[in-house]
């Protein structure tokens, strides 16, 4: 039944002092009877037991169970299949019934039929007298009781060897003589061996017995006479027979159904850890905001301003040497800067459905430009076009299918006092307006200044003053010239231009007429457009002054303005560069020999694109690395809580690898749980966080964009590394052998 060769086993490493628990112990142990092994505490015979049982490894020698030699593949099987073991401390699985550790012990020994479990379970609690608590907790049994249902569970596999590692340890007399009882009843029919150091006992029910003096087995020994034990009954009792398991997989107990059902029926799975849950709400609000600064991060590659090829490029901060170049070498000059715009485009002013967030270029549309393959129509005062790469972007941000059309862009707005109304061709995202709505869309004149040196309708301290004003074009019937002016005055802004306001008519028509015969007197600060007249004006106005002006000056506007920093906004970091543009061929060739000829040189604009996308990104990857060591210290201090966790649960996972169940369910087991406990409560604060992330920074309309993509691969990544880091402290454990899990926790 069991061959022993040659066992040899030593305790402690080469850092510690070293104990040989057995020293090349063999023997023979027949197919059925009571066989003790006995001897004082530390001899070797626990070791010797756990071995035989698979619950240890020896150092040498070999283990033959009824034809098969114990190895690393097959101890858990054998175990489970021909083995019933019986421990001192009875490792029944907490939160059981007694009816559900004897359908435990079943399974595990691969039994599938319902029917026939229910009918073993009767059978082997009714023989040790407890077949009226099957439904019973084994947490609530005295000690006497709980080593019953251990022999119970040990019986009901059918196995023909029993292994009892000193059953009687824990127990009073009365339940030592009635488990002693049973267990010469099984002896019977089957293998017992029984560990004990109580010589009483052995002689009492033994059949044979072995020694182990200091690991050494011994061929005789001195038995005492037993005293104070006595049968409880003369009468045979009707052991079960039973046959064990002809299954070919073993150590399986824990599915999906029933880990779910445990962790919200256990109270103790059920309340959790508070502390935890807070961490891994953290942990997810973290992670999603890190999502958030890596797409920014990815797509601040930099969207370059189109780059006309039939254009030179200078940063030359003067129009009065460009316009001196033949015009006939041109057909216009702009000056831009390089920062794109951030637009907002919504539906009826709504932003619900919009509040799309996009960049753009502004662009003019110079004096009599048409489109090729416009889609919709020219504007007017009030709307605008878009490119067609800008209208890709919104309908990929657009959620409905339904607004996934050139038709719904239509509908849209733009920065809600501009209609879309046609789409264009064009691989940049831009937005075109008519030249008037440009000049203000850009707020040229936002701090504009009249130098009016002879004081015919300014004077003193009035003379500094800046004013707002908005560029609309003339259409009055007495002649404008080019560079002529007539200026609307709102009667609110008088205040910036005089002390005495009531007199306000009469200095407008007193400077007006003085001005027929001083057209240059009064001007523009840095320009070179001249008032012809002021008109005083109760009309409602948005800016403190309306400029009239012809379409000739409109379409050179910045001719007559130097492109500064006080002109274009308030940002003194902003670099302005003139763009000429050119119809190609001898035009461009002709334009760039005069500028070089006159020492103006061009600018690479692509390169000082790369360089300020390069620099965009620099910044943006130093907050993600550093978010990314945030990251490390978390998933560290994550591993510290499921590593506390792992020593809390090992009592439990030594019983289980204990009583058979191999190490692939019980990591199975964790990963279920990792993920109903741990992911599932990440999952849903990430993906709160994400969506009020998203609609904060205004990147919530995008249904399946870089950033939804984004999140989902850090939330998989997150969800993988939570696994492996969970398991990894439970590793530690269940590599360990059963009886190394047992010792080393104190079970």
Known sequence: MIEVKHLSKTFGSRFTRKNCVLNDVSFNLPDKGLVAIFGKSGSGKTTLLNIIGGLDLQDKGEVIIEGERITNKNRDNIRNKKIGFIFQNYYLEH????????????KLAGFKDEEEIKRRTDEALRLVDLGKYQHKSGDALSGGQKQRVAIARALIKGTNIILADEPTGNLDAENTVKVMDILKEISKTRLVVLVTHETSLIN?????????????????????????????????????MFLQSDAKHTGRLFNIKNIIYNLFHNDEERKGNAFKRLFLAFMAVFIAFFTFMLNEAITSNYEHKLVDSNSVYTNLNTYSELSMIDKSLYSSIDFFDLNQRDGVFSYSNVESIASLHESYCPRPIEKDKTFDNLYGKMPQSGEVLISSALANSLKHDLRMKELNSNEAILQLRFDNDYKIVGIIPSDENEVWFKKVDYVNFLGIYNNLKFVD????????SYSDMTYSATIALYEGTKPLGDNQIVVDIGRNSLYKMMSDTSTADYLAETANKKLVNKSTAIYVLNSQMYVKSFNITRKTMDTDIVIYITEE?????????????????????????????????????????????RGINGVDISAIYEKAAQEELSSSMQTVYMMLIGIVLILCIYYFIEMSESIKNSKEYGIYRAIGVNKSNLLFKEVIRVFIKNISIYFVIDLIATILFSIYYGVGNKAYGMFDLMCLATFLVSA????????????????????????????
């Open 204 to 240: 009492r029910y033994a059949d044979s017995h072995i020694e182990l003096i200091d690991g050494v087995l011994q061929s005789d020994t001195t038995v005492l006479d037993v005293e104070g034990y006595k049968l409880a009954s003369d009468k045979d009792m009707d052991v079960p």
């Open 95 to 106: 939160g059981y019934s007694i009816g559900q550790i004897m359908h435990n012990s079943m």
């Open 453 to 460: 040196n002879e004081h015919l309708f300014l004077s003193g």
């Open 553 to 597: 000056a409109l379409n050179n506007i910045f001719v007559y303005l130097t492109p500064n920093i006080e002109v274009l906004g308030n940002d003194t970091k902003t670099t302005y560069y003139f763009e000429i543009k050119t119809e190609g061929g001898s035009q461009l060739e002709g334009l760039n020999a005069r500028l070089k000829a």
């Open 720 to 747: 993988i590394l939570m696994v492996l880091i969970s398991l990894i402290p439970y590793l530690f454990v269940i590599t360990k052998t059963p009886s190394q899990i047992i010792s080393r926790y104190d079970i």
